[in-house]
T-cell receptor, first 112, second 116 residues
């Protein structure tokens, strides 16, 4: 596609439910990143995939968060047993090696 | 531990004047710096970057200055235009052996408003 695509654009979920957020990176981009932006905060790194290497999961805030990238393309970020503090905009980005990251429009997650 | 800081939450500038956005960092391992611009309901878009081997990079109306000794960088926009009104994020990363770790550390952002 022309850019990074994320779905859904908005998600409202009840506390305790699981959610899945999807990211379609730019075709051919080997690197894929997940960030989140909480209200009034900067972007917080969550996880980074590069080719076939093991992902850098150092930013995941708890074991309720996980992500996978299938076939080196589409990625899914899963949040289990959502909490209100998980409410944020979740941003996905992709890039070629050693080039700037291109971001999607984000998924706004609201946990009620 | 805020490794990248943008201490000004907002900046208001008149059209045609210069906008100066500032960013400080604490991690001396950072060797590549980027500025992103973000409009509401959109993802951040890359604006300009600078490597630590340089102290200035210019692209049209946008110039980024890096002062490594002070661990400070700034983005200058001149002349400022109303369409520049957005949130500006600075970001930093570390390259090791010429390959990016892929982990950008962002500042909190500065809201720039350019008045006509």
């Amino acid at each position: 596609g022309a850019g990074v695509s994320q779905s859904p654009s908005n998600k409202v979920t009840e506390k305790g439910k699981d959610v899945e957020l999807r990211c379609d990176p730019i075709s051919g981009h080997t690197a894929l990143y997940w960030y989140r932006q909480s209200l009034g905060q900067g972007l917080e790194f969550l996880i980074y995939f590069q080719g076939n290497s093991a992902p850098d999961k150092s930013g995941l805030p708890s074991d309720r968060f996980s992500a996978e990238r299938t076939g080196g393309s589409v990625s899914t970020l899963t949040i289990q047993r959502t909490q209100q503090e998980d409410s944020a905009v979740y941003l996905c980005a992709s890039s070629l090696v050693n080039t700037e990251a291109f971001f999607g429009q984000g998924t706004r997650l609201t946990v009620v | 531990d805020q490794q990248v800081k943008q201490n000004s939450p907002s900046l208001s500038v008149q059209e045609g004047r210069i906008s100066i956005l500032n960013c400080d960092y604490t991690n001396s391992m950072f060797d590549y710096f980027l500025w992103y611009k973000k409009y509401p309901a959109e993802g951040p878009t890359f604006l300009i970057s600078i490597s630590s081997i340089k102290d200035k990079n210019e692209d049209g109306r946008f110039t980024v200055f890096l002062n490594k000794s002070a661990k400070h960088l700034s983005l200058h926009i001149v002349p400022s235009q109303p369409g520049d009104s957005a949130v500006y994020f600075c970001a930093a990363e570390t390259f090791a052996g010429g390959t990016s770790y892929g982990k950008l550390t962002f500042g909190q952002g500065t809201i720039l408003t350019v008045h006509p």
